[in-house]
């Protein structure tokens, strides 16, 4: 999925880099792709990923094909990129100032290219002289402004850049907003289900491959950005509720492109789960024995006096 989330769609939507209309086309006509190339045109990268000095200069290329049937005239914007809460990675939208990543990126103003034809266009990525070591997403992409009625909208379609300043990688997670609550079954004499949720928040500086294991429960967290959260649900199955019920969170990073997972960290919560269906169980049954044993002795009792009435009479 994280592969497949390489190229922007309309209004910072991703789709695959391969040719695709943008969601609200305007003119309707209109419909075009954008992806990495070289000097002679598209190369079959998906995205672009660079890792650079501080103070570095590099020159790269993207492509801009006219899949309409009419010249059209493409705005380029480079801007931050970021991660949705479903995990789909995006762009700032143009209202929004870039701050990070997508401030390293200079690209012309405008692109026209004529029908059914790929205009290939230069761009620049300067890495500043105080950048700080790690991962800095961003993305580029082709916009059109129109309008549908009486609100304007921008469509846009564009790539993912993955940009990294050299330095010490430190992957950091943590974990908070922890919540427990505990479902019961039907019957009282099973275990039941700790649902389990909580927010997991990359601290570190660069972007990391998380998953988290919850008790008997292993959820796949996905991909984070620096700076980026994701809440997380699990649920564990076969816990009885006898008064504290405790769970581990256990995240393991790994840095994509590395082999092995970096050091987990862990996170122990604990709830109170009072056994009401198995008291109340317990006390009606107890109830039951008692009036037996009242029941039982008061028989008993009857029994004994009316042998004493029978002796009495008898004498």
């Not at 492509?63 to 914007?77: E, Y």
């Amino acid at each position: 999925m994280r592969r497949a989330a390489a190229v922007l769609a309309a209004l910072a939507v991703l789709s695959p880099a391969a040719p695709a209309a943008a969601a609200h086309p305007a003119p309707a006509t209109v419909t075009w792709t954008v992806q990495p190339a070289t000097q002679a045109g598209p190369d079959g990268r998906r995205w672009i990923e660079r890792t650079l000095d501080p103070g570095q200069q590099l020159t790269e290329h993207l492509a801009v094909r006219n899949l309409g049937d009419a010249p059209a005239v493409f705005t380029l914007k480079a801007a931050d990129g970021y991660l949705t809460a479903k995990g789909r990675f995006n762009m700032l939208p143009s209202d929004q100032k870039s701050t990070d990543g997508g401030t390293w990126i200079k690209v012309p103003a405008t692109v026209t290219v004529q029908p059914g034809k790929t205009s290939v266009v230069p761009f620049t990525i300067t890495v500043p002289a105080d950048a700080l070591p790690g991962d800095h997403p961003a993305g580029i992409a082709a916009s059109i402004a129109g309008s549908q009625g009486t609100v304007q909208v921008e469509s846009r379609v564009g790539f993912r850049v993955l940009l990294r300043a050299s330095g010490t990688l430190i992957p950091s997670l943590t974990t908070d907003k922890i919540h427990l609550s505990y479902a019961r079954t039907w019957y009282p004499w099973r275990p039941g289900t700790l649902h389990v949720s909580y927010q997991v928040t990359n601290t570190g500086n660069t972007r990391l491959e998380v998953t988290a294991q919850a008790g008997s429960a292993a959820t796949t967290v996905g991909e984070l950005l620096p700076g980026g959260t994701r809440q997380v649900q699990s649920h564990i199955d076969g816990v009885w509720a006898f008064g504290p019920v405790r769970t581990t969170v256990t995240l393991l990073p790994t840095i994509p492109g590395e082999p092995t997972p970096r050091e987990p960290s862990t996170v122990t919560a604990t709830t109170w789960v009072m056994p009401w269906p198995q008291l109340l169980t317990i006390l009606a049954v107890a109830l039951l024995l008692l009036a037996w044993r009242l029941r039982r002795g008061h028989l008993a009792t009857m029994l004994e006096r009316a042998r004493e009435e029978g002796r009495r009479s008898a004498v």
